[in-house]
T-cell receptor, first 110, second 113 residues
């Protein structure tokens, strides 16, 4: 069974601060995906990283895939209240099965 | 293009009843996956269908079943409902491998009383 450990589970910060969310596994994934979910809605894809060592930037969000394709991180610079939400990492493993971490609930306070 | 459509949006059922949820994927997507989301367990994989065949299955009891039709639409069924089945059920569609991301529906909120 492929598992993804996501940390921290909860994060409460002030607007303008920086933060990093981590996603770790002992398994290798063919790709690692990050989603953001609002209450009562389905997750929305933010980014997919496929190549080991890959770094992708989406405005103030920076995503990194570990060299061994077992871990990933999400860094947010100068967080805004609109960044509040549940951030989920997910890995595509053997036979195309998508496994999710438990998520990081981010609250950005004004 | 239209997104993933799940119906119904909300459902209240009594213990022991059965329920059927529906999911229409993005046009051209042949893979449909189902997830159960609860506050304590997060998103748990139920099963995935590709071209009408179950390609993957999670660790849920046999009361949970699904199917996919030739137009890629999918249904999941839960029989003999238990209180613990109360959850948000999410459907996601993707291309063949899913490596480039999944598109999720808004989910069906099932409450078992």
């Amino acid at each position: 069974t492929q598992l993804l450990e996501q940390s921290p589970q909860f994060l409460s910060i002030q607007e303008g601060e920086n933060l990093t969310v981590y996603c770790n596994s002992s398994s290798v994934f063919s790709s690692l995906q990050w989603y953001r979910q609002e209450p009562g809605e389905g997750p929305v894809l933010l980014v997919t990283v496929v190549t080991g060592g890959e770094v992708k930037k989406l405005k103030r969000l920076t995503f990194q895939f570990g060299d061994a394709r077992k871990d990933s991180s999400l860094h947010i610079t100068a967080a805004q209240t609109g960044d509040t939400g549940l951030y989920l990492c997910a890995g595509v493993g053997s036979n195309y099965k998508l496994t999710f971490g438990k998520g990081t609930l981010l609250t950005v306070n004004p | 293009k239209a997104g993933v459509t799940q119906t119904p949006r909300y459902l209240i059922k009594t213990r022991g009843q059965q329920v059927t949820l529906s999911c229409s994927p993005i046009s051209g997507h042949r893979s449909v996956s189902w997830y159960q989301q609860t506050p304590g367990q997060g998103l748990q994989f139920l099963f995935e269908y590709f071209s009408e065949t179950q390609r993957n299955k999670g660790n849920f009891p046999g009361r949970f079943s699904g199917r996919q039709f030739s137009n890629s639409r999918s249904e999941m069924n839960v029989s003999t409902l238990e209180l613990g089945d109360s959850a948000l059920y999410l459907c996601a569609s993707s291309s063949v491998t899913g490596d480039y991301g999944y598109t999720f529906g808004s989910g069906t909120r099932l409450t078992v009383v």
